[in-house]
């Protein structure tokens, strides 16, 4: 008993419970502590009802939570469409950074529906990337580059602003610097970016939500022939947006049949360009990040396979193997997601924790009935595609087994001891 509250005490310490401030990827210091941090999450150790009621009431209470926990935060599994993303962007971020030509860097266009996951997929392969590229430079001792800054971003995430204009998009780079703009002229702006990008010696600029440019408006064509001078600054530019096909980001552009890479020309302005950004064309690989299908085969063992890793990591003490993947249940959760990883995690882990609350222990067809899947993120705009659709909800089945426990995550259970007194 001993050892296992030591056990759970060390876990309480971590802040499984109560995490604190959440890194905040859109600022130099938050990327850096999201990137070292971002799996050190460690889910609830597995164990039997039997072994569960042995534990005191406070042990339980920290266990319950620690599970709950386990299931707010399932990891970000492999699919075969995240993997060619992935793919693509290690070997493409590793030429590029290895190239020492002041030429063009290609970059890399993410498109795909909301909740697909792609900014997940792309800032994983660019953290990866970036613990390989700083592991590289200290292995052959890279000598220090006159004037950079101490603080090191290899890579770089900003959203793009709501209202995208050059200036306003000048200035979301350098907030994530923590470098003031302001008052600047578009000329100031662009150059004080590129000594921010040599400063901080950032070999990657992810542009996050960049089908927010509308190609109809002035300011939105001004900013994508700035963005596409960015290429020149020796980064890789990584755009990440919903139906960019349809956005008019590619028009003016035309795709090399060889290659399948968009190419596009040069900036049509020159009041902030410089001689170096009209040497070469711009050119982008164009990556879908499609939902899981469900028509083959080989489709519905993908999907299968996908459920079976969520399964894996689920702490329910009625769970058994199949539990997501036997019967109906895979048709039942594509027909209620669509195949969209964002919504079958949601799916999930809401039904994880509903299982909890009624005492069923495990994931059923008629618990997830209960289920409702909403998507509101503070920073994505619905008008924009970013949160995408949610397939109509099933007509609920009548239980046939038995009625279905009563939900008593309302009931009035008192105040948790673990809330009163710490030993």
């Given at each position: 008993?001993?050892?296992?509250?030591?056990?759970?005490?060390?876990?309480?310490?971590?802040?499984?419970?109560?995490?604190?401030?959440?890194?905040?990827?859109?600022?130099?210091?938050?990327?850096?502590?999201?990137?070292?941090?971002?799996?050190?999450?460690?889910?609830?150790?597995?164990?039997?009802?039997?072994?569960?009621?042995?534990?005191?009431?406070?042990?339980?209470?920290?266990?319950?939570?620690?599970?709950?926990?386990?299931?707010?935060?399932?990891?970000?599994?492999?699919?075969?469409?995240?993997?060619?993303?992935?793919?693509?962007?290690?070997?493409?971020?590793?030429?590029?950074?290895?190239?020492?030509?002041?030429?063009?860097?290609?970059g890399?266009?993410?498109?795909?529906?909301?909740?697909?996951?792609?900014?997940?997929?792309?800032?994983?392969?660019?953290?990866?990337?970036?613990?390989?590229?700083?592991?590289?430079?200290?292995?052959?001792?890279?000598?220090?580059?006159?004037?950079?800054?101490?603080?090191?971003?290899?890579?770089?995430?900003?959203?793009?602003?709501?209202?995208?204009?050059?200036?306003?998009?000048?200035?979301?780079?350098?907030?994530?610097?923590?470098?003031?703009?302001?008052n600047?002229?578009?000329?100031?702006?662009?150059?004080?970016v590129?000594?921010?990008?040599?400063?901080?010696r950032?070999?990657?600029?992810?542009?996050?939500?960049?089908?927010?440019?509308?190609?109809?408006?002035?300011?939105?064509?001004?900013?994508?022939?700035?963005?596409?001078?960015?290429m020149?600054?020796?980064?890789?530019?990584?755009?990440?947006?919903?139906?960019?096909?349809?956005?008019?980001?590619?028009?003016?552009g035309?795709?090399?049949?060889?290659?399948?890479?968009?190419?596009?020309?040069?900036?049509?302005?020159?009041?902030?360009?410089?001689?170096?950004?009209?040497?070469?064309?711009?050119?982008?690989d164009?990556?879908?990040?499609?939902?899981?299908?469900?028509d083959?085969?080989?489709?519905?063992a993908?999907?299968?396979?996908?459920?079976?890793?969520?399964?894996?990591?689920?702490?329910l003490?009625?769970?058994?193997?199949?539990?997501?993947?036997?019967?109906?249940?895979?048709?039942?959760?594509?027909?209620?997601?669509?195949?969209?990883?964002?919504?079958?995690?949601?799916?999930?882990?809401?039904?994880?924790?509903?299982?909890?609350?009624?005492?069923?222990?495990?994931?059923?067809?008629?618990?997830?009935?209960?289920?409702?899947?909403?998507?509101?993120?503070?920073?994505?705009?619905?008008?924009?595609?970013?949160?995408?659709?949610?397939?109509?909800?099933?007509?609920?089945?009548?239980?046939?087994?038995?009625?279905?426990?009563?939900?008593?995550?309302?009931?009035?259970?008192?105040?948790?001891q673990?809330?009163?007194?710490?030993?």
């Amino acid at each position: 008993m001993g050892s296992s509250v030591s056990v759970e005490a060390s876990l309480s310490d971590r802040g499984f419970i109560l995490p604190g401030e959440v890194p905040d990827r859109e600022s130099a210091e938050g990327w850096t502590r999201w990137r070292k941090t971002r799996h050190s999450f460690v889910p609830a150790p597995r164990l039997s009802q039997a072994q569960y009621d042995k534990k005191s009431k406070r042990d339980r209470a920290l266990h319950d939570l620690h599970r709950r926990a386990t299931h707010a935060n399932l990891p970000l599994l492999d699919t075969p469409m995240s993997l060619v993303v992935s793919e693509l962007m290690q070997t493409r971020l590793l030429n590029n950074a290895m190239k020492q030509k002041p030429t063009t860097r290609p970059g890399i266009m993410i498109n795909g529906g909301g909740n697909q996951g792609k900014t997940e997929t792309a800032v994983e392969a660019a953290a990866t990337f970036e613990d390989l590229w700083l592991g590289l430079e200290e292995f052959v001792d890279v000598p220090e580059l006159p004037g950079a800054r101490d603080l090191r971003a290899t890579v770089a995430y900003v959203q793009t602003p709501v209202t995208a204009t050059p200036k306003s998009t000048c200035q979301a780079i350098l907030d994530f610097f923590g470098t003031s703009g302001r008052n600047m002229t578009l000329t100031q702006l662009v150059r004080q970016v590129r000594a921010s990008l040599r400063d901080h010696r950032t070999r990657v600029l992810i542009l996050d939500d960049i089908t927010r440019l509308r190609m109809h408006r002035k300011d939105d064509q001004d900013t994508l022939d700035l963005i596409r001078a960015l290429m020149s600054m020796r980064v890789t530019l990584i755009l990440i947006g919903v139906g960019i096909p349809d956005s008019g980001l590619l028009s003016g552009g035309w795709q090399d049949p060889r290659t399948g890479q968009w190419e596009f020309p040069e900036p049509g302005h020159t009041d902030w360009k410089d001689a170096a950004s009209t040497q070469t064309a711009r050119r982008f690989d164009l990556v879908d990040l499609q939902p899981f299908s469900y028509d083959t085969p080989d489709d519905i063992a993908h999907f299968v396979d996908h459920l079976t890793g969520l399964e894996d990591e689920l702490r329910l003490f009625n769970a058994h193997e199949g539990m997501l993947t036997g019967g109906n249940m895979p048709e039942y959760i594509y027909r209620r997601t669509g195949g969209v990883v964002g919504l079958i995690e949601r799916l999930i882990e809401d039904g994880a924790s509903l299982a909890m609350d009624t005492g069923v222990e495990e994931i059923t067809e008629e618990l997830l009935d209960s289920v409702i899947i909403r998507t509101q993120h503070p920073k994505r705009v619905r008008a924009a595609g970013e949160e995408g659709d949610v397939p109509p909800a099933l007509p609920a089945k009548k239980a046939v087994q038995g009625r279905r426990p009563r939900n008593t995550v309302f009931d009035d259970k008192g105040v948790p001891q673990i809330t009163v007194s710490r030993k």
